[in-house]
C-alpha cells in the first residue's frame, strides 16, 4: 500500500506534464502555406480574443501576415517578416526590419490545426 502512495504522485506529474507536450517541428516543411489566425489568449484555457489574419509561411523562410481590421479603418494590412524553424520551435522577427527575433513553441499540431506559445500570447490557427 505505501509503494503505491509514494508512486501515485509521480504518476500525476507525469500526466500534468504530458498533457502540455510540445510537438517539435523537424522543417518548415510541416508549416509552409497559409494558416488562419482565428484567435489569441494569454492564457492556454483562457478567454480567447478573435482576430482576423492569416499567416502564410513560405520556403523561403518568410512570414507573409495578412490581417485585416474589423472596424474597417485601414481594411487589410500585409506585413511580410523572417522565420525559420529552431529547435522544434519557430522563430520569428518581432518586427519587420529589426534582427530582434522571438522563439513560439508548437503546443499542438495536426494537419488541420496549430497552437503556438509564443512569449506573452497564445496563437490558434487552422490551416487554409
Given at each position: 500500500?505505501?509503494?503505491?502512495?509514494?508512486?501515485?504522485?509521480?504518476?500525476?506529474?507525469?500526466?500534468?506534464?504530458?498533457?502540455?507536450?510540445?510537438?517539435?517541428?523537424?522543417?518548415?516543411?510541416?508549416?509552409?502555406?497559409?494558416?488562419?489566425?482565428?484567435?489569441?489568449?494569454?492564457?492556454?484555457?483562457?478567454?480567447?480574443?478573435?482576430?482576423?489574419?492569416?499567416?502564410?509561411?513560405?520556403?523561403?523562410?518568410?512570414?507573409?501576415?495578412t490581417s485585416t481590421d474589423s472596424v474597417g479603418r485601414t481594411k487589410e494590412m500585409k506585413i511580410t517578416i523572417k522565420y525559420s524553424i529552431e529547435d522544434g520551435g519557430i522563430k520569428k522577427q518581432k518586427t519587420p526590419g529589426q534582427e530582434k527575433y522571438e522563439s513560439c513553441k508548437v503546443i499542438e499540431k495536426d494537419n488541420a490545426n496549430m497552437t503556438l506559445k509564443c512569449p506573452f500570447t497564445y496563437f490558434f490557427l487552422t490551416k487554409l
Open positions: 500500500m505505501k509503494k503505491y502512495v509514494k508512486i501515485l504522485p509521480l504518476v500525476a506529474l507525469f500526466f500534468a506534464f504530458s498533457a502540455n507536450a510540445e510537438v517539435a517541428l523537424q522543417s518548415n516543411s510541416e508549416i509552409l502555406g497559409k494558416w488562419k489566425l482565428y484567435a489569441e489568449a494569454i492564457k492556454l484555457d483562457g478567454e480567447k480574443k478573435a482576430v482576423t489574419t492569416v499567416w502564410d509561411f513560405k520556403e523561403d523562410g518568410t512570414l507573409l501576415t
